[in-house]
């Protein structure tokens, strides 16, 4: 079986110097890293540490006052976000990018089926064959672990854990190489963060999915990621291994962090 | 024969920040080697830094200063100094840890928890799964119990099942803390015979054990920790 710790040579994503202010405000600075395939990155800190304009600067909704992020296209070749031709970003929103909204009511459409969210992003990459699309989005609702009885409602009649599983199927379905994750588990309730949690790690590895998620809440940082960046004040703080940060960490922030969690 | 482990002076303390910046010297001037098919035993009274030095070989402690050479994929790599992507490779290739506590994921059944270490290194599912069964049912985890999550199990059962979880791979170096603690002495000789069939196949383990009894049967060599000890 191909690893894609061993097919990822190359890296998927770098961010170079990344800064972004809005007037006298750093919300970002000087932030440097590199995402291999197959790789999960969890960017943690309190609110206002920049990890959302960090996010956004990354998935190219957001341009960096200065600094750059750079993305490898399917030809193999590492592409300035910025350069990128209206034709090359449409691809990336629809197929080789996924981003999963803490509100499930920002990433879905609420008042159409589950199984129109889900087709629909096939529809935008040129799939036509209506049974086809009917089967592909069924498949992808039992892989959430949603009822197909349910695919005709419209997912404002689902409960919010639901709606999560359902977000996370109508980005997946494209087979995209990176997702982005904003507090996937924000609002939700423990116990259905914790099946939600089992089943993105899951789907993570089995795809051999690139993902960057911004999360405050530890736990969630510990079973999903691989690397740890820890923000505060607009400034990536420390930065490692998950189990390192979270079991050794260095940075008087990381160790307040780390110790205000509750012991399981 | 090349070293499988080879530890050069290596250094670890704490600074707590939360108070007052107060730092704690753990370990420092570790050294020693561990070769194929070898164990060596860690002693030393609790506090004296045994499991900080086998949590650093596991590149989950950071250290201060020093090497902790790991043979991996026939060289030798500085896993003080290595980058995160390279030590997950380590992790999956080279060496593997058994904790004393097994930290589950909700709901994966016992079967799975066994096979994944197998699973993620490419073996098909149900070979994975056949050899998790098989070390379940040597380790006496009764076969009604392997669909269920382990996370109800008592505290035996539970480090039998971490135990299975980590004696599943066929990695070449095994670090093992304490893993007969709380178990009763019929599974603590069947620990001491998986640890022989390791060493039999050539796996150079580091370990951490309480019980003089296990620490005859198992240790080839015994490295007193506390002559690492930092004062301060």
């Not at chain 1, 409960?159 to 609002?187: C, H, K, W, Y």
């Not at chain 2, 500085?78 to 004393?100: H, M």
């Not at chain 2, 930290?103 to 994944?116: S, Y």
């Amino acid at each position: 079986m191909a690893d894609a710790q061993d097919a990822g040579d190359q890296p998927l994503l770098v961010a170079e110097n990344l800064s972004k202010n809005y007037g006298r405000l750093a919300a970002c600075r000087d932030i440097s890293f590199t995402l291999y395939p197959g790789e999960v990155l969890a960017i943690v800190g309190e609110s206002g540490s920049g990890k959302t304009t960090l996010l956004q600067m990354l998935s190219a909704q957001l341009a960096p006052t200065s600094g750059r992020v750079s993305y490898r296209m399917r030809d193999g070749v590492l592409r300035d976000l910025n350069s990128l031709g209206e034709a090359e970003r449409r691809f990336l929103f629809r197929t080789d990018w996924g981003y999963v909204h803490q509100d499930p009511a920002q990433g879905l459409r609420m008042a159409v089926s589950a199984g129109a969210n889900v087709g629909e992003r096939l529809m935008a990459v040129g799939w036509n064959h209506y049974g086809r699309i009917r089967d592909t989005a069924s498949s992808w609702l039992e892989r959430v672990e949603i009822d197909t009885a349910r695919i005709d409602d419209a997912p404002r009649t689902y409960s919010g854990g639901m709606r999560q599983r359902l977000q996370i199927a109508r980005n997946l379905v494209t087979e995209p190489r990176l997702v982005f994750m904003d507090e996937p588990t924000g609002g939700l309730d423990v116990s259905v963060q914790a099946r939600l949690l089992d089943l993105m790690r899951n789907l993570v590895s089995e795809l051999r999915l690139a993902a960057i998620v911004v999360t405050h809440d530890l736990a969630v940082a510990r079973l999903l990621s691989h690397r740890v960046m820890v923000m505060k004040g607009g400034q990536v703080i420390e930065t490692g291994l998950t189990d390192q940060v979270l079991d050794d960490p260095h940075e008087p922030y990381t160790q307040l962090l780390v110790s205000s969690i509750l012991p399981p | 024969m090349p070293a499988m482990i080879k530890i050069v002076n290596a250094e670890k303390s704490f600074t707590m920040h939360l108070q007052g910046g107060v730092r704690l010297p753990v370990v420092r001037g570790v050294n020693f080697e561990v070769n194929a098919g070898e164990c060596v035993v860690l002693s030393g009274p609790s506090g004296a830094g045994k499991s900080s030095i086998l949590k650093m070989i596991f590149g989950n402690y950071r250290c201060d200063g020093g090497r902790i050479g790991i043979r991996h994929d026939g060289a030798l790599l500085d896993l003080a100094k290595a980058e995160p992507r390279d030590v997950l490779r380590v992790r999956r290739d080279t060496i593997g840890y058994v904790s004393q506590f097994l930290r589950a994921v909700p709901r994966v059944p016992t079967l799975d928890v066994v096979a994944e270490p197998l699973i993620v290194t490419g073996a098909p599912r149900e070979r994975a799964r056949e050899q998790a069964g098989n070390l379940l049912r040597t380790l006496n985890i009764p076969e009604r119990l392997w669909t269920l999550p382990p996370s109800t199990f008592s505290g035996g059962e539970q480090q039998r099942v971490n135990i299975a979880r980590g004696f599943i791979s066929d990695l070449p170096i095994l670090l093992l803390d304490e893993p007969t603690a709380s178990l009763d002495a019929r599974n603590r000789e069947v620990v001491v015979g998986l640890i022989d069939d390791k060493k039999r196949a050539g796996v150079a383990m580091v370990a951490i054990v309480h019980d003089d009894e296990v620490r005859r049967l198992i240790a080839d060599s015994v490295v007193d920790v506390t002559s690492f000890a930092a004062a301060a």
